[in-house]
């Protein structure tokens, strides 16, 4: 079955403190990989992604992203979060077939205290 | 480009009444997705399309939701009749079918409530 978890559901941190959001997926075949970002009351914008080549992938903001094959993760991290960080994660990923559609995690919420 | 467009923003009705929300993808697009979100369940994928087809709609609730494509610029989802449970912000993406290294562009959503 195609699924994509995500470790936690709501992550507490103060500024400046390091951020990692855990991401498993499963998948039969090769895949993309996506963190998309909704901030309060907005829709969903693309973070970063992976397609191929380098697994480590950086996006805006200062996030970036290590796609391990191996343990089919694609975790997120961030080594200094700002109050304006605080938004719902959503890790996602789709195969490299024209008919595959993105299947998304459940979201992990992060709140940033100042 | 203006990205995808939903309209309307915001929709409140009355339980029982026919509510159709609509999208336009970007321009070029060829895969267009619906979803719902809501906090008791998420994000879920409603039906996608692929020039116009609908490929998968598993994930629509039940009978009283359709969407269709009937071209490769406009999408509409229709809820016939309407119930407070269909209450949610509900979301509309596109994506290149024609490049398979492609993300889905989000529109800015439609906040539905039914009363």
Known sequence: AQSVSQHNHHVILSEAASLELGCNYSYGGTVNLFWYVQYPGQHLQLLLKYFSGDPLVKGIKGFEAEFIKSKFSFNLRKPSVQWSDTAEYFCAVKGKTSYDKVIFGPGTSLSVIP | DAGVIQSPRHEVTEMGQEV??????????????????????????????????????S?????????????ASFSTLKIQPSEPRDSAVYFCASSSMTAINTEAFFGQGTRLTVV
């Open chain 2, 20 to 57: 159709t929300l609509r999208c336009k993808p970007i321009s070029g697009h060829n895969s267009l997705f619906w979803y719902r979100q809501t906090m008791m369940r998420g994000l879920e994928l409603l039906i996608y399309f692929n020039n116009n087809v609908p490929i998968d709609d």
């Open chain 2, 59 to 71: 994930g629509m609730p039940e009978d009283r939701f359709s969407a269709k494509m009937p071209n």
